[in-house]
């Protein structure tokens, strides 16, 4: 689910066959329509706001599996997407700190990729324009360099 069109065009070089611009009560119409009503079998929440967890929730058909990665910004599940749908739900932390000692070597000498996430490369001494950057949508991901 995306209306950016940067990000759009990444989903769809890694693959994705449908886009959904449509949030909320249309979000999940439109979902349920591609999947002929029943919902995803899969869900993964990477924003963590309240009505981007409640939406991932709707989307996710009966049995399916709803994931989250970080700390979600929601103070209380709703149990009836639970329960009633017998919905597995799960999530964790991305842990960046454990990967980073390795990785980060890896990442700045081009030996690893990190892939087309990365669309803007600045200097760590600008990182605050990165988040600006990234708040703006003007970056999906920014790469700092020491």
């Known amino acids: 689910m995306s209306r950016h069109a940067s990000r759009q065009k ?8 449908h ?13 349920k329509e591609l999947t002929d009503g029943i919902g995803a079998d899969c869900v993964l929440e990477c924003v963590g706001t309240e009505s981007a967890i409640l939406q991932a929730m709707q ?8 994931s989250w990665v970080g ?21 964790g932390v991305a842990p960046v700190r454990e990967y980073l000692p390795t990785l980060l070597p890896k990442v700045l000498s081009r030996e ?5 996430v990365f669309d803007l490369e600045l200097p760590l001494s600008d ?8 708040d703006e949508r003007r970056a999906i991901k920014v790469l700092l360099r020491p």
């Open 112 to 116: 690893i990729e990190p892939g087309k």
């Open 59 to 66: 989307c996710t058909r009966p049995g399916g599996q709803m």
């Open 10 to 17: 990444i989903a769809r070089d890694f693959g994705a066959t």
């Open 127 to 134: 990182v605050a324009q990165a988040y600006k950057a990234m």
């Open 19 to 31: 886009i959904v611009e449509e949030r909320g009560e249309d979000g999940v119409a439109k979902v």
């Open 71 to 91: 700390l979600p910004h929601i103070e209380q599940l709703p149990q009836e997407h639970m329960f009633w749908k017998n919905v597995g739900i799960r999530g």
